[in-house]
T-cell receptor, first 112, second 110 residues
């Protein structure tokens, strides 16, 4: 089983719609979780960290469900500029920064 | 400006011709990594380094070498490239789980 799994999508949504997707992780002892954004084969960039209590950053909301071992990302009021691949990243407990586990990414396409 | 710089951005080479992809970071991070990204497979770690002169294999190290003689630099070396190493390569430095990536090197081996 992969350490981190994501629905690859693509999720095709109209502007203004809400889109949400999940990422599951296999190591129940994982402590740190992140969402990264990657545009068209450019370098991934941190979108937001995911905290136990859930957190928002503008139109983006991240949630952590430890019991079911998944994290989620919700995008409200989608913009064309939100079109990208979203990577789920998990920091397993044994690691010290050098062994982040990346999901293969979920592609979101926002259409006009 | 905090950044990770990779060179070259694009490279086409022939099988067996040694090449080096350079990576440099200006954030004084101890931890650096190399990844390759292939369609449908996501980012896979090739090698990582916890500090100067400390390196270790990641998930797909075969055919690659690295060195870490200075904290800021972490070059990736392909001694004898083969076509299955055609890929998009990213260098990253990280702190507390947050990774900063270079702009990527698109390598084609013919």
């Amino acid at each position: 089983r992969k350490e981190v799994e994501q629905d690859p999508g693509p999720f095709n949504v109209p502007e203004g719609a809400t889109v949400a997707f999940n990422c599951t992780y296999s190591n129940s002892a994982s402590q740190s979780f992140f969402w990264y954004r990657q545009d068209c084969r450019k370098e991934p960039k941190l979108l937001m960290s995911v905290y136990s209590s859930g957190n928002e950053d503008g139109r983006f909301t991240a949630q952590l469900n430890r019991a079911s071992q998944y994290i989620s990302l919700l995008i409200r009021d989608s913009k064309l500029s939100d079109s990208a691949t979203y990577l789920c990243v998990v920091d397993p407990p044994r690691s010290n920064d050098y062994k982040l586990s990346f999901g293969a990414g979920t592609t979101v396409t926002v259409r006009a | 400006e905090a950044q990770v710089t990779q060179n070259p951005r694009y490279l086409i080479t022939v099988t067996g011709k040694k090449l080096t992809v350079t990576c440099s970071q200006n954030m004084n991070h101890e931890y650096m990594s190399w990844y390759r990204q292939d369609p449908g497979l996501g980012l896979r770690q090739i090698y990582y380094s916890m500090n100067v002169e400390v390196t270790d294999k990641g998930d797909v190290p075969e055919g690659y070498k690295v060195s870490r003689k200075e904290k800021r630099n972490f070059p990736l070396i392909l001694e004898s490239p083969s076509p299955n190493q055609t890929s998009l390569y990213f260098c990253a430095s990280s702190l507390y789980g947050v990774a900063f990536f270079g702009q990527g090197t698109r390598l084609t081996v013919v």
